[in-house]
């Protein structure tokens, strides 16, 4: 696809982050000439780039058109949504839009990145509430999630009609909030949906993802049956509902709740802020909850994940002021998610070493998913009737298996599509046009950097298989040092034994070489690199300094 490529009488889609994975979600709508962005959204390294925690979509392709970006809609406050904001929405320069609890979180983020009041943040204070933006006219339709304020987009245009899911499930008992009602949702389709672009996440699960009132009802029954004895829930901090759940379920079960992680304190806040919370429990302090009989207290703890700095993780680790000890109870009020087993499974096995017991759901209702299983996907498609289902919010596995779904519901096309992909909505037949590079940016330390640049290439490689540095001084024997060699205890001998190969291969260079620097470096180099391969099978990086020789 050229670079000068822009939209002109067409409707086009394109993701530059959330297509073939989950996570980071970024979509751009193209209309003659115009763009918006759908959410802004970041996701973990998982240990793929040794160092980094944060990764963000490459916003290259839109930055060159930011002239032609009329502004980011924001369905909701999750980070794989709103989170690469503090890091782009500066340089972008236009206006955001969020509902009133994700517009709270996102103005603390840009005040903590040093953005307040540099970036135009407008609030869309009532349910269906609509916005023009250029050639698209935007309706906010509240959806359930695992998260207060989810929200579809109904997006309209002069060549039809997007209906752009977000994050959503079906729930008729959400606890909080009033999604769009199944009636709703069929006059929509009656007046006609030329597109439905849709969650792909829980595309596999046979069943419907669950109601949020049955949680309630199933940690009713799991906490109160705990009598006497000390329960922690952890749960994801962004789910108010969950809160809402736990509050009561303290209060009934007469607990006091105790409140361990700072993105709990901040979710409580920012939800009593803005109408939610309202008659959630005061809390008590880590040495109140330590003085109170054990089976009067409710911990609600960050750390489900096994993040290590997580209170959990530090509960389990011993290191932290709230303590737990044999016949207590930790409930996972939360699913564990995909790369995290092994942390996870780390800290459930320190719990279990200390005989504490856990319950997860796959023992007891305490748990639902925020996203649609199978027969929702089903009923959404029967409601809305699209002309076009492209699936998003899923690796390619879940995106080919929505495509079938809906294809097996009578939906006329499905456009299966990846970042980068360039897609035609209308006029015409609905597919594939272009593509364009959609690569990935870090956070490295205080810097924002290719993914696949040397810094992090050369990383990688030094994770994997160690370093040396070998420093030549004229009239001196090489010096060698090694960083991550498996060679404790022949240490001394592998260095005197590498430093004679060195000098070996650099007295075999002749003629122009032998007083040639880069030469004499590479020689070096190889000489180095073949040494450790010989005592410990690696091939590290080998960096070769050269004072005085050029």
């Not at 959330?18 to 996701?43: P, Q």
């Not at 809305?384 to 879940?398: A, F, W």
């Not at 005197?496 to 032998?514: M, P, R, V, Y």
Request: charged share 25%; glycine share 10%; aromatic share 6%.
């Amino acid at each position: 696809m050229k670079k000068n490529y822009k939209p002109e009488d067409e409707l086009l889609f394109l993701a530059l982050g959330g297509s073939g994975e989950i996570g980071m979600n970024v979509n751009l709508y193209g209309c003659d000439g115009k763009w918006l962005m759908v959410d802004l959204g970041m996701t973990f390294s998982g240990g793929e780039y040794p160092g980094v925690d944060l990764v963000f979509a490459d916003l290259d392709f839109i930055e060159e058109r930011s002239r032609d970006l009329l502004g980011i809609v924001l369905t909701h406050a999750h980070e794989d949504h709103i989170g690469a904001l503090p890091y782009f929405a500066g340089d972008l320069d236009v206006p955001l839009y969020a509902t009133p609890f994700t517009a709270d979180l996102i103005a603390r983020k840009l005040k903590e990145a040093g953005l307040q009041g540099q970036v135009e943040l407008n609030v869309i204070e009532e349910d269906h509430g609509q916005i023009d933006i250029g050639p698209f006219a935007i309706t906010y339709l509240p959806l359930a999630h695992s998260i207060v304020e989810g929200n579809a987009l109904l997006i309209d245009t002069p060549y039809g009609t997007v209906f752009h899911t977000g994050d959503w499930k079906l729930d008729d008992d959400p606890i909080i909030g009033e999604p769009t009602t199944e009636e709703e949702l069929r006059e929509i389709g009656d007046e006609g949906v030329l597109a439905l672009v849709c969650d792909s996440t829980n595309v596999f699960n046979p069943k419907p993802s669950g109601s949020e009132g049955a949680v309630h009802r199933g940690l009713m029954e799991e906490i109160g049956s705990h009598a006497g004895k000390r329960v922690l829930v952890t749960t994801f901090a962004s789910n108010v509902a969950r809160l809402q759940t736990l509050g009561e379920v303290a209060r009934e079960t007469g607990r006091k709740v105790c409140v361990a992680g700072r993105s709990l304190d901040r979710i409580i806040e920012v939800a009593q802020d803005n109408g939610y919370l309202a008659n959630f429990p005061e809390t008590v302090d880590f040495d109140t909850a330590m003085r109170l009989p054990r089976g009067e207290v409710l911990i609600l703890a960050t750390g489900g994940q096994g993040e290590p700095r997580a209170a959990l993780a530090r509960v389990a680790d011993e290191n932290h002021p709230l303590e737990l000890v044999a016949g207590d109870v930790v409930i996972f009020s939360s699913r564990q998610i995909p790369g995290n087993e092994i942390a996870i499974g780390k800290m459930q096995n320190q719990l279990a070493k200390r005989g504490i017991e856990m319950v997860t759901d796959r023992q007891s209702l305490i748990h639902v998913s925020g996203h649609p299983g199978r027969p929702e996907l089903e009923a959404l498609y029967d409601w809305l009737r699209p002309e076009v289902l492209v699936p998003v919010h899923g690796e390619m596995r879940h995106m080919q298996e929505q495509a079938r779904v809906g294809s097996a519901s009578g939906i006329p096309n499905a456009v299966v599509q990846s970042n980068g992909d360039i897609v035609r909505l209308a006029p015409g037949k609905p597919g594939k046009i272009g593509e364009i590079e959609a690569g990935r940016l870090v956070l490295d330390g205080d810097i924002i950097a290719p993914a696949d640049g040397d810094s992090i290439v050369m990383r990688r490689r030094i994770a994997l298989e160690g370093a040396m540095v070998v420093v030549l001084a004229r009239g001196e024997r090489p010096v060698v040092e090694t960083f991550g060699l498996p060679l404790e205890e022949d240490m001394s001998d592998f260095l005197a034994e590498t430093s004679e190969d060195i000098l070996k291969a650099i007295n075999k260079l002749k003629g122009k070489d032998a007083k040639d620097p880069a030469a004499v470096h590479e020689a070096a180099r190889l000489a180095a690199r073949r040494a450790a391969r010989r005592w410990c099978g690696k091939s590290p990086q080998v960096r070769v300094v050269m004072p005085g020789l050029g």
